[in-house]
C-alpha cells in the first residue's frame, strides 16, 4: 500500500503553499499523511528529514522516494506512478 508522508509545520511558509496540492491528491484518492514535524519529531528523526516540506512516499512502509520544497502536483503523481 502507497502512501505519501507530507512533512509540514504551521510556521512554514512553503509548506502552506503546498499544503492545497496534498489536499486535492488526497480528494483524489492517493493516500496521504500529514505529520507536523513540530509535534511528531519522532518521524522526522525516523526518516531523517532535514528540510520542510518533505513529502516520502512510502510503498508498504519503506521508503521509495522523496521529494523536497514546493513541488507542482504532477511531481507527485509522476513520483506515486514510477
Do not use: H
Not at 13 to 34: H, I
Request: net charge positive; aromatic share 8%.
Amino acid at each position: 500500500m502507497k502512501q505519501f508522508l507530507y512533512i509540514s509545520a504551521a510556521w512554514c511558509g512553503p509548506c502552506r503553499m503546498l499544503g492545497p496540492t496534498m489536499n486535492q491528491l488526497q480528494q483524489e484518492g492517493y493516500s496521504v499523511r500529514k505529520v507536523d514535524a513540530d509535534t511528531e519529531s519522532n518521524i522526522v528523526q525516523q526518516y531523517g528529514v532535514r528540510n520542510i516540506p518533505t513529502v516520502i512516499l512510502l510503498n508498504n512502509g519503506k521508503e521509495v522516494a522523496r521529494k523536497v520544497g514546493n513541488n507542482p502536483k504532477e511531481t507527485y503523481i509522476n513520483l506515486w506512478n514510477q
